[in-house]
């Protein structure tokens, strides 16, 4: 029997509660009665209403949609390429690579950052086929050189090139940008520049100093997970926009997340952002039971902080909500456990899930129970394959610790092998086995339509709205 069963065996005959006591919370009601108040761009909410119209199945397996994404998309669209203190030193070299497309993006002597492509110009090879340290960039195939800013250094046989000018014969450069510790490509170069194009997105997250848990330069790359997986990419990002399917994924978690109480934020103008906020410390709105304020609390203590589990100080005070808490707790267990001081965090910033998606495949968390990035991308040209990279960040004291070493899990291996990730491993073991099942019933279906809720799922229409006015133009 897989995780799958397992876990969620227990909840397939728990009776539903009946449709009027569903109503969910209100986030914003919630954050008003917190014990530090969150960051005021969460003080707002935008419900914009885009509308109910089912969306065609074709988008996640065809080979035409897939192409027509790689011209119009990927070609066109800031996308991030990789957190700037993986390549800290002059000479470090990330290759990231989109389908058909490769580009290193190599740290500078300056310590600045170039992006060029990574082709040679003499017969094509790639000059680096997986990150490395270089004094200069040397073709392996026959040995051109060019320099770490891309100026050509060396030529084999360079009597036998006179059409070749050194003064021109760069290697050609694609647009990067550093925002919040993540480096940014672009291979359009008409496109906007990545504050532009992140539009009210930028604001919200305190422009190029964000504070607090907005701040990632303030955080290092504690674990990195690649995982290669059996559906479209974006399947298996639209496995991570909404909390509707906690309840029958996730049934574990239900006593202490509201899944059908997540706000979510689309805006009007604003194609290349959504975001939402998962609130933690109350029960879901759609189990039947009705957990007491010590069962909330010990299902969160149990997944997340098992220091605090049983104990007295995990025992609910007179007058204390669940959320309060879990507050209470998670500033004393992480402020112990990682050094630093997380007093004055907001519950909001502390146990909750806010996450933005950064169109078109990068979701950054600014949370400390949950610091997280993910990016899906299509694996090579085949539409039902995709890597889905979980990164997770933790705050430091003194010194930056390096990053840390990927982690690469096979279509066939479990998060739970490597345990890297303490509780979220089985979260995000539930979802990859969910993922494949939809890739495939997605082929199987018969009116080639998908029937979204009109506010839970509004990022998913919202991202494919994007897609569709990218494949238009
Ligand atoms: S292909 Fe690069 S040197 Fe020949
Ligand atoms: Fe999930």
């Given at each position: 029997?897989?995780?799958?069963?397992?876990?969620?065996?227990?909840?397939?005959?728990?009776?539903?509660?009946?449709?009027?006591?569903?109503?969910?919370?209100?986030?914003?009601?919630?954050?008003?009665?917190?014990?530090?108040?969150?960051?005021?761009?969460?003080?707002?909410?935008?419900?914009?209403?885009?509308?109910?119209?089912?969306?065609?199945?074709?988008?996640?397996?065809?080979?035409?949609?897939?192409?027509?994404?790689?011209?119009?998309?990927?070609?066109?669209?800031?996308?991030?390429?990789?957190?700037?203190?993986?390549?800290?030193?002059?000479?470090?070299?990330?290759?990231?690579?989109?389908?058909?497309?490769?580009?290193?993006?190599?740290?500078?002597?300056?310590?600045?950052?170039?992006?060029?492509?990574?082709?040679?110009?003499?017969?094509?090879?790639?000059?680096?086929?997986?990150?490395?340290?270089?004094?200069?960039?040397?073709?392996?195939?026959?040995?051109?050189?060019?320099?770490?800013?891309?100026?050509?250094?060396?030529?084999?046989?360079?009597?036998?090139?006179?059409?070749?000018?050194?003064?021109?014969?760069?290697?050609?450069?694609?647009?990067?940008?550093?925002w919040n510790g993540f480096l940014f490509i672009n291979f359009d170069d008409d496109a906007p520049s990545l504050k532009d194009y992140m539009g009210l997105m930028y604001e919200q997250w305190?422009?190029?100093?964000?504070?607090?848990?907005?701040?990632?330069?303030?955080?290092?790359?504690?674990?990195?997970?690649?995982?290669?997986?059996?559906?479209?990419?974006?399947?298996?990002?639209?496995?991570?926009?909404?909390?509707?399917?906690?309840?029958?994924?996730?049934?574990?978690?239900?006593?202490?997340?509201?899944?059908?109480?997540?706000?979510?934020?689309?805006?009007?103008?604003?194609?290349?952002?959504?975001?939402?906020?998962?609130?933690?410390?109350?029960?879901?709105?759609?189990?039947?039971?009705?957990?007491?304020?010590?069962?909330?609390?010990?299902?969160?203590?149990?997944?997340?902080?098992?220091?605090?589990?049983?104990?007295?100080?995990?025992?609910?005070?007179?007058?204390?909500?669940?959320?309060?808490?879990?507050?209470?707790?998670?500033?004393?267990?992480?402020?112990?456990?990682?050094?630093?001081?997380?007093?004055?965090?907001?519950?909001?910033?502390?146990?909750?899930?806010?996450?933005?998606?950064?169109?078109?495949?990068?979701?950054?968390?600014?949370?400390?129970?949950?610091?997280?990035?993910?990016?899906?991308?299509?694996?090579?040209?085949?539409?039902?394959?995709?890597?889905?990279?979980?990164?997770?960040?933790?705050?430091?004291?003194?010194?930056?610790?390096?990053?840390?070493?990927?982690?690469?899990?096979?279509?066939?291996?479990?998060?739970?092998?490597?345990?890297?990730?303490?509780?979220?491993?089985?979260?995000?073991?539930?979802?990859?086995?969910?993922?494949?099942?939809?890739?495939?019933?997605?082929?199987?279906?018969?009116?080639?339509?998908?029937?979204?809720?009109?506010?839970?799922e509004a990022r998913i229409r919202h991202y494919n709205q994007t897609i569709d006015d990218y494949l238009r133009r």
């Amino acid at each position: 029997m897989d995780l799958d069963e397992k876990t969620r065996k227990a909840s397939w005959n728990v009776p539903m509660p009946p449709e009027e006591l569903e109503r969910p919370y209100d986030v914003q009601e919630v954050f008003r009665t917190d014990t530090v108040p969150p960051a005021p761009t969460m003080l707002t909410r935008s419900d914009y209403d885009l509308g109910t119209e089912p969306l065609d199945v074709e988008r996640y397996f065809t080979r035409a949609f897939h192409d027509r994404e790689v011209e119009k998309l990927w070609g066109k669209a800031w996308q991030f390429a990789v957190w700037s203190y993986d390549i800290p030193k002059p000479g470090d070299v990330h290759v990231y690579r989109i389908v058909d497309r490769s580009v290193l993006i190599v740290r500078q002597p300056d310590m600045s950052v170039k992006a060029f492509i990574n082709s040679c110009l003499h017969r094509g090879s790639e000059l680096c086929k997986s990150d490395t340290h270089r004094k200069a960039l040397r073709c392996p195939y026959h040995g051109f050189t060019w320099s770490l800013e891309g100026e050509l250094a060396w030529a084999p046989s360079r009597w036998d090139f006179p059409q070749l000018d050194p003064q021109s014969f760069h290697l050609p450069q694609v647009r990067v940008e550093e925002w919040n510790g993540f480096l940014f490509i672009n291979f359009d170069d008409d496109a906007p520049s990545l504050k532009d194009y992140m539009g009210l997105m930028y604001e919200q997250w305190g422009g190029d100093q964000p504070q607090g848990a907005w701040d990632f330069r303030s955080k290092y790359k504690a674990v990195h997970l690649v995982k290669t997986i059996n559906c479209n990419w974006k399947t298996c990002m639209d496995g991570f926009l909404e909390s509707l399917h906690v309840l029958a994924v996730h049934p574990q978690i239900t006593n202490m997340h509201p899944d059908s109480s997540s706000q979510y934020d689309v805006y009007p103008n604003e194609p290349h952002f959504n975001r939402y906020h998962a609130v933690l410390g109350l029960p879901s709105k759609m189990i039947a039971s009705n957990p007491s304020g010590q069962e909330i609390l010990d299902a969160f203590t149990g997944s997340y902080l098992p220091e605090h589990s049983g104990t007295e100080f995990g025992k609910l005070r007179d007058g204390e909500t669940p959320r309060h808490a879990f507050g209470r707790m998670a500033r004393d267990a992480y402020g112990k456990r990682l050094g630093v001081d997380v007093s004055s965090l907001p519950e909001a910033e502390l146990i909750d899930g806010t996450q933005y998606l950064l169109f078109p495949n990068f979701t950054p968390w600014p949370s400390l129970l949950n610091p997280l990035v993910y990016r899906f991308r299509p694996l090579g040209n085949d539409p039902d394959w995709s890597i889905w990279e979980t990164i997770f960040f933790l705050p430091f004291d003194g010194e930056r610790p390096p990053s840390c070493e990927i982690i690469n899990i096979g279509p066939e291996e479990s998060f739970l092998d490597y345990n890297a990730m303490g509780a979220l491993d089985t979260l995000l073991q539930q979802d990859a086995e969910q993922l494949p099942l939809v890739q495939r019933g997605l082929k199987a279906s018969k009116t080639g339509k998908l029937t979204l809720t009109k506010y839970q799922e509004a990022r998913i229409r919202h991202y494919n709205q994007t897609i569709d006015d990218y494949l238009r133009r």
